[in-house]
Nanobody, 126 residues
């Protein structure tokens, strides 16, 4: 099993950009599908994006399509979330996730996902 550590969160202005990184421990990173979830203040956790094991497959929540881009570097055991054109309602704690079962990243609001990072706060404010 991998362990995940996110970084890159912080404060951004509306319209600005941030890039989140998530580094995984272990030698089996390339066998895990990776994703990002977020939990806005006072709201339920929601899916943001996922990337398949090779990096070819990506999926996005409708709310972030065209603004956020997920990628991975298997040689560096790292997955990224590039967030552009940030909006106030992008404010949330962002979590990196990993699972060998791709369906777990898109079903049940992530309840069945094996591995979660500790989360990183993203605040969009003017």
């Amino acid at each position: 099993q991998v362990e995940l550590v996110e970084s890159g969160g912080g404060l951004a202005q509306p319209g600005g950009s941030l890039r989140l990184s998530c580094v995984a421990s272990g030698r089996t990173f390339s066998t895990y599908h990776m994703g990002w979830f977020r939990q806005p203040p006072g709201k339920e956790r929601e899916f943001v994006a996922l990337v398949g094991t090779s990096g070819t497959l990506t999926e996005y929540a409708d709310s972030v399509k065209g603004r956020f881009y997920v990628s991975r570097n298997n040689a560096k055991n790292t997955v990224y979330l590039q967030m552009n054109k940030l909006k106030l309602n992008d404010t949330a704690v962002y979590y990196c996730v990993a699972d060998r079962d791709l369906s777990r990243l898109t079903k049940n609001k992530g309840a069945d996902i094996d591995t979660w990072g500790q989360g990183t706060q993203v605040t969009v404010s003017s």
